[in-house]
């Protein structure tokens, strides 16, 4: 696969995680075989689930205020309650945890495959995470030849896995230079554009 065509999938990839209600972690993920999008994914719970909030809220105990350093709990409890005009209300912190429903991106792409009629046999999975333990399991299960994905996750054990199975996993860094050219191509259309007097809406000038 080429450079720019791995680029162009995870962006996908990266594209569909927005699309997951989660607060703590979007993640994306996308199945790819000769050359087309065989199916996409990301977390979220199951299809028709009564809610589509992934996590539960969790407040710190007096104890944690107490035995925790400053950097500890903003650590522990890493989301601010929204600003009250209550000054105690200010600093109000809190943790959010997953709910055991939300599935992640990986195993609903891998989900949607069974009700299509493609096999994820020697296709290729685009994942905006690195994958977890579990994930890792169903990909090397359905088939898939190939992962990239794009943030990396300090637990490698998913990794590793997929690695010892003798599927091949890389790392998709961001193609700043490449965007930065996509815009400059971009610039220079619409400037043509404007000089023939062309299309104005789009620079926004009269
Ligand atoms: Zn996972």
Not at 17 to 35: F, T
Not at 149 to 174: A, Q, S
Request: charged content about 30%.
């Amino acid at each position: 696969m080429k450079p720019s065509e791995i680029q162009a999938h995870m962006d996908v990839a990266l594209r569909y995680a927005e699309e997951s209600q989660a607060v703590r972690s979007k993640v994306g993920a996308i199945v790819v075989k000769d050359g087309k999008v065989i199916s996409i994914g990301w977390n979220g719970t199951p299809t028709g689930w009564h809610s589509n909030i992934c996590e539960d809220r969790v407040d710190p105990t007096p104890d944690d205020y107490r035995r925790m350093s400053r950097e500890e709990f903003e650590a522990a409890f890493p989301y601010v309650k929204e600003r009250s005009y209550d000054a105690e209300e200010a600093e109000v912190r809190y943790a959010l945890v997953t709910k055991p429903e939300v599935i992640h991106a990986e195993r609903n792409a891998i989900a949607k495959l069974a009700s299509s009629h493609e096999s994820g046999k020697d296709a290729v999975m685009f994942i905006t995470h690195q994958p977890c333990f579990e994930c890792a399991k169903e990909i090397k299960q359905v088939g898939i030849k190939e992962v990239f994905y794009f943030h990396p996750y300090r637990i490698k054990d998913g990794v590793n896995f997929l690695r010892e199975c003798g599927i091949p996993v890389r790392r998709v860094e961001k193609d700043i230079l490449g965007q930065i050219e996509r815009t400059r191509a971009t610039l220079a259309a619409l400037q043509q554009m404007h000089q023939q007097g062309g299309y104005h809406e789009e620079c926004g000038c009269a």
